[in-house]
């Protein structure tokens, strides 16, 4: 079955506390990224990458890192995690396809983490 | 700012009802999603518009993209309560050439049916 996945679902953890959010992918995509869900500000995005060892920062990068090693997985690190922290986190892939000139892309969502630093 | 404005915030209609949601940029959509999520879980794929003019149906629900690409609605007909929860549409709006693979998100408009 096609799918990304996340662990872990729910994290409880303490201020400064290093902590890793896998993410995995088994359709191939080339494009992955992470994003952040919190009432009132919507999906915003952290980092994504176009390609193993290629990553760029999104909206919201501080406090937060990401690695590209292998295509199907992407995790995000918070070296030190703060309150501010804490929300819904989301990986996504997606492939890029071509209409007419121009590539466009379906991203397809993990289930979710939810992170809450105390 | 919110690169993409979506409205209304919330929306609490009764069954059978039909509703709109609307999505708007003041920049050139190219490629334009509809997701929907139940409370605290993933998001599901609905529908993706890319050209002027576009309308796609799925179910009871239709998704149109203006005709300028910087508006889209998202329209469900007759709602149930399998209808129910947050409708968010995303958009890619880099230029050709510029930046891959990030897409921008309205806030999301929290959907009740009741029955």
């Known amino acids: 079955e096609a799918q990304v996945t996340q662990n872990p679902r729910y994290l409880i953890t303490v201020t400064g506390k290093k902590l890793t959010v896998t993410c995995s992918q088994n359709?191939?995509?080339?494009?992955m990224s992470w994003y952040r869900q919190d009432p009132g500000l919507g999906l915003r995005q952290i980092y994504y990458?176009?390609?193993?060892?290629?990553?760029d920062k999104g909206d919201v990068p501080e406090g937060y890192k990401v690695s590209r090693k292998e295509k199907r997985n992407f995790p995000l690190i918070l070296e030190s995690p703060s309150p501010n922290q804490t929300s819904l986190y989301f990986c996504?892939?997606?492939?890029?396809?071509?209409?007419?000139?121009?590539?466009?892309?379906?991203?397809?969502f993990g289930p979710g983490t939810r992170l809450t630093v105390t | 700012s919110q690169e993409l404005e979506q409205s209304p915030q919330s929306l609490i209609v009764q069954e059978g009802k039909n509703l709109t949601i609307n999505c708007t940029s003041s920049?050139?959509?190219?490629?334009l999603y509809w997701y929907k999520q139940k409370y605290g879980e993933g998001l599901i794929f609905l529908m993706m518009?890319?050209?002027?003019?576009e309308e796609k149906s799925h179910e009871k629900i239709t998704a149109k993209l203006d005709e300028k690409k910087q508006q889209s609605s998202l329209h469900i007909t007759a709602s149930q309560p399998s209808h129910a929860g947050i409708y968010l549409c995303?958009?890619?709006?880099?230029?050709?050439?510029?930046?891959?693979?990030?897409?921008?998100f309205g806030r999301g408009t929290q959907l009740t049916v009741w029955p």
């Open positions: 996504a892939s997606s492939f890029r396809f071509f209409q007419g000139d121009r590539g466009t892309y379906e991203q397809y």
């Open positions: 359709m191939n995509h080339e494009y």
């Open positions: 990458s176009m390609n193993v060892e290629v990553t």
């Open positions: 920049k050139t959509l190219y490629g």
């Open positions: 518009l890319q050209k002027g003019g």
């Open positions: 995303g958009a890619d709006m880099s230029s050709r050439g510029s930046t891959l693979g990030r897409l921008y």
